[in-house]
């Protein structure tokens, strides 16, 4: 398994148009940049048809943003944990709230990506949730209050009770699991506030995806995780 | 929120046409008489169209099977809580290996159940998501190894472990959380252990449902939990 | 199977509120005096667990709002075509815009329904739905814009043109289907503007459950179906 | 949109281990080269992570396997028609057996893909679902009994009264959609009584993938396909 330095901020470009083909290798390139400047982990999670070209230019690591609970075989349409690794992944996204999974999914796949060497980031709503998804022992935890997602609202401004109690909610469960914050994230001051409530970094989407200058927007976001 | 005297046996109707219309009354009538003699906790889980007449013809605690994540409203073909409610029902199963939901959905329905003074009972399928069910607080978990489920091979027997393992995480995690244990139970011997295995009580569908004496098999079931 | 005599009046009772447990039952005791008063078809299609309380009380036709595509057996908190004819209804709605399936579900309930003798309307949402649904022989299609549902906007003054081009390529398909107008509906004048684009009768929801006076209500919309 | 010369092998690679990754561009390989000597039209669907190095490595036509019913934007992993269409595939597979879609989702899908010029083959159990799909107006049609998929037993033995009946009925509610035959095909003799049931190409996937020689096996079933 690929060992992660934290901080962390990881880029989901989602199905976006501006982040897909071959906008979605040169997103992960400017990534690359600074991540390599700045000595912060930058993780990309490109969409599957991108993952192989995206993994091929970079060398930081490069995430699915899903897969589903089939191992290889007869299975038309689906995303198996191997097929991403193959491609070049070194791990996957999870439960996003707009690919929300079943408990019994959620376990099953984490414990196969173990057994693969892949690092899981699983997404909660709620601190309840958190705490429950901490029991499933995945890498890290995004907690994320669906209703901020896109909005520019982060929830470390709004809702920094939601943060504050799902770290306290998730360690008493498992204190391993490393906690990132989402939904709203669009500046550094909202990655300062993130990791101040506890959390060791941030999933952003639309905040980099849809920003005019994403290396600009990328620099802005990791300063406050320059050590 | 009606108050429920452990140890219970949870009987579950599923869609056997043995256990339908009037049938699931009859069936439902017998837990009660059997109940009411021996005096041990029995809960009827009927289809959603018997809620209303199984609730109108027996005093015993009356569960659905599932609810769906919607309040009222415009939501066809959809089973709210306040639904079971109005038909009398005081809780419901959910989570079911034949109905597995979203962890976020568990979530909600368990707080809105709350709201509305109804009882949860959550299936999980392995120690770790019967750890992650405990986190979202319901009433009851019941711990059921999905390859054992009809197939009259009790849990307790076959894989003792994985109920004593569920016991201890969940312990950790949420200790009021009441646990039961599921999957191929068929005989007294059977309940007893999974008492002697630290759960208090068990949930059963076939193992009665398909019995040729309901009244014998309940009773063979309850006899090790009468005090 | 039930002989159903058209034009109809199919009231989809949704998880409202206002039409759930007890008031489900007056709701379709009021439809019941107008269909006996005029002598139209009316049909009841109220929650799964109102069907038996509904059924028992009203002699008029109860449907399901939707069934699960499993026979009876071990399927927990699933609804089966079985359990909705014993608990008494005559047919069920399929394929709401608030309860879609996939096709091979359509095909397979539709022929059970058939075996069973319960009638199936199958919703639509667009005329190539439509003539597709047709193709899998159930006995009626509402054809329901969902961008118009609750709205009040009829969809036989929005979008007469889908109504008629529904009409058009469902004869090509499959002529013995009936056609129903839905979506928007809550006057007379919307009624009898879907009877003279070639349907056969309306779907309605909101229109009757939100309505102030059921009474009036049903009274206005049937008006334009008496002969 | 890609001009597709009748008739048509059509290779799902599924989720196969012995297709994907290196291996997959392996296979389109020697489709592609056996679609140049002997001039028969030979269509690669592997992956969606194998799409991009695929579409790079071939000139025949890539297919996607599955696409969700997105629009590019706030779609965490989902498969877009664009995404696979920048990844290089022409057309796409729909509602496999393994994966199967809802009505008004398909109907969705295919008017996309013709904006976006990408080939539509749609899958279906039945001669009533292939009529119900004709109706949607996709390119293909792959009529494939589920109980035969994978077993080596041809559709076109054991069961050539479904696919006679597929081709009537299809016939008749839109002549101009192609049909493809799908389960159980593995030799040239299962491609000639596919032909000459009136269908004009086939679906392959184990018949294909798992054979010792690919070569060989793609050889035997484009030969009854040659002019």
């Excluded at 929300?100 to 709503?125: F, H, M, S, Y």
Aim: hydrophobic share 45%; aromatic share 2%.
């Amino acid at each position: 398994m690929v060992e992660i330095k934290y901080p962390v901020l990881l880029i989901n470009f989602k199905a976006y148009r501006q982040s897909s083909g071959r906008r979605a290798v040169e997103l992960a390139k400017i990534a690359e940049e600074v991540s390599k400047e700045r000595g912060v982990t930058i993780i990309v999670a490109p969409q599957f048809t991108d993952i192989a070209p995206v993994a091929q230019a970079v060398e930081i690591p490069v995430f699915a943003q899903h897969v589903d609970p089939v191992s290889p075989g007869a299975h038309t349409g689906h995303v198996t944990l191997e097929a991403i690794k193959d491609a070049g992944a070194v791990g996957t996204i999870l439960n996003h709230s707009e690919r929300r999974l079943r408990i019994d999914v959620i376990d099953e796949i984490v414990k196969r990506a173990k057994e693969l060497g892949l690092i899981t980031t699983v997404c909660a709503n709620t601190p309840e949730v958190s705490a429950a998804v901490a029991a499933l022992n995945p890498d890290m935890i995004a907690i994320e209050p669906p209703e901020l997602i896109g909005t520019g609202i982060p929830v470390s401004k709004a809702k920094p009770e939601v943060i504050t109690s799902t770290v306290n909610l998730v360690k008493k469960v498992n204190p391993q699991v490393k906690i990132l914050t989402g939904a709203g994230i669009t500046t550094g001051d909202d990655v300062a506030a993130a990791l101040r409530l506890g959390t060791v970094g941030v999933l952003v989407a639309s905040g980099i995806v849809k920003a005019k200058d994403w290396r600009k927007a990328i620099i802005d976001l990791v300063t406050p995780m320059v050590s």
